[in-house]
Nanobody, 116 residues
Framework: VQLQASGGGLAQPGGSLRLSCAAS????????VGWYRQAPGKARELVAV???????NYLDSVKGRFTISIDKAKNTMYLQMNNLKPEDTAQYYC???????????WGQGTQVTVSS
């Protein structure tokens, strides 16, 4: 299983970014998959999760701003992030087995920095 994350960068407050996670060796829409983030000195947190390709859940602080989705044809997961805030600054990781007791399928992190 390989997960290739991309799309991070620098955004101004109120701006947008879209993260991508291309998968091989796993069918994203058949699993419980999602995005985590970790800021320096803080615990990792689950930002968004999608089950069976369409049932979604979000961290309260990102509800209404972030949208998780899967393109089944491309076997790629996305995290559309709008109205970004400085507190969204973190390393973001896609995960292919969110529902497991111990997650083993991780993409490499992609840095999101929100600053003016």
């Amino acid at each position: 299983v390989q997960l290739q994350a991309s799309g991070g960068g620098l955004a101004q407050p109120g701006g947008s970014l879209r993260l991508s996670c291309a998968a091989s060796g796993i069918i994203l829409s058949d699993n419980v998959v999602g995005w985590y983030r970790q800021a320096p000195g803080k615990a990792r947190e689950l930002v968004a999760v999608v089950r069976s390709g369409d049932a979604t859940n979000y961290l309260d602080s990102v509800k209404g701003r972030f949208t998780i989705s899967i393109d089944k044809a491309k076997n790629t997961m996305y995290l559309q992030m709008n109205n970004l805030k400085p507190e969204d600054t973190a390393q973001y990781y896609c995960c292919g087995d969110v529902d497991k007791l111990v997650q083993i399928y991780w993409g490499q992190g992609t840095q999101v920095t929100v600053s003016s």
